[in-house]
């Protein structure tokens, strides 16, 4: 059955689940074992069954993750802090505004690109050129990754 042919307080499994936020059913599971307040119900044999109240926490979490950019981290340090209703909220599309109390450290920032070296002309000079270029921009990944 159509995820959109159920109610809205119908319970859902794991694969209506998944379609119904668009992300794979692995990523719920794994968003279970890293958050403790997603604890659908587990019948006979594992199965898993999703109430209305774990989707909105699912929709919170994702919009943390995938919209404002949050680390594992940083969201469970915003659920321990901010707690499980306003992720509901944000869940829900009632919270509009940006995250209540939050470390910079909890989100992601893309890094910044190497300075642009001017390249060389063909042949092995520039295969060394792409390959320094390449480890360059490694190298700055890691260091927004390590630095606070």
Partial sequence: MSVSKKSPEAFRTISEAAEELDVPAHVL????????QISPLK????RRFYRPQDLQLLRGIKRLLYEDGF???GARKFLKDNGVASVMDLG???VETGPMAVDAADIETPAQPAPAVPRPADGPQRQLHDIIADLENARAK???AIEP
Avoid: N, Q
């Fill in 71 to 73: 680390t594992i981290k």
């Fill in 92 to 94: 829900a599309g009632v």
């Fill in 142 to 144: 890691l260091k927004s």
């Fill in 29 to 36: 599971r794994f968003w279970e074992s890293k958050f403790p």
């Fill in 43 to 46: 019948r006979a044999g594992g």
